[in-house]
């Protein structure tokens, strides 16, 4: 036994408790309804919708280089179950540090177009390499350099994700199926399950659900919880 959320859906407005043959119901959506008793009372918690913002690196290209200096960046990227960690080398032909971010811009471009995951197009100035992740769930992949050049020198650092909250991308990654999200944004709501309910949520892996993870229309999460 052990946690797990239970997600669920609502793209439309939440409808009135029912009571079936005595017991109290609260209605998420069409398909899915709630035994009021069976979750703690006055402790249902609301995340309001958030775009947040995606994990970001500034790699930093400095110095003097010289022609056939070599310059290694690595990106290691954790896509769902596996990591992929893709090497980009650029031998230095033009030793002006735009003309090496320029290049490194284009060798990271080239593999996503080739189908390298995780990462959004990156852009560059004045040597400043910027490569952003293409997720606002997590921090998603890290980067290493290395440069074997006598006087020029690669650094980088990067801004963390700030999570997203009730956005696509998060229904997604919280397991709801892609065919049932119509709206671009939701409020969620955290259910805290009553563990000596007499009917648990048990899923397929035999894992009892503690919290459920409700997403419904924006507006909507207050209504919810008032319905607790």
Excluded: C, W
Excluded at 138 to 152: L, P, Q
């Amino acid at each position: 036994m052990g946690y797990k959320k239970f997600p669920i859906v609502s793209n439309a407005s939440i409808g009135v408790n029912t009571t079936i043959g005595g017991v109290e119901y609260v209605n998420i959506n069409s398909k899915f309804s709630l035994p009021k008793a069976s979750f703690v009372v006055n402790t249902p918690t609301r995340i309001a919708s958030s775009a947040g913002s995606a994990l970001s690196y500034n790699i930093t290209f400095a110095g003097t280089y010289a022609i056939n200096d070599q310059i290694r960046v690595t990106l290691t990227i954790k896509d769902s179950a596996q990591t992929i960690i893709k090497n980009f080398v650029h031998t230095v032909t033009d030793i002006s540090v735009t003309s090496i971010a320029v290049a490194f811009k284009t060798l990271i471009e080239s593999s996503i177009i080739g189908g390298l995951p995780g990462i959004a197009s990156p852009t560059n100035s004045s040597g400043v390499l910027t490569v952003p992740s293409s997720s606002v769930v997590s921090n998603n992949f890290s980067v290493s350099v290395h440069t074997a050049s006598a006087s020029g020198t690669v650094a980088f650092s990067f801004t963390a994700v700030t999570q997203a909250e009730g956005v696509p991308a998060v229904l997604l990654e919280a397991g709801i199926a892609a065919a049932d999200i119509t709206l671009a944004t939701y409020d969620t709501v955290l259910l805290t399950y009553k563990q000596d309910a007499p009917i648990p949520f048990i899923d397929s892996e035999g894992k009892i659900v503690k919290e459920v993870k409700a997403f419904v229309p924006v507006g909507q999460g207050a209504g919810l919880i008032a319905k607790f």
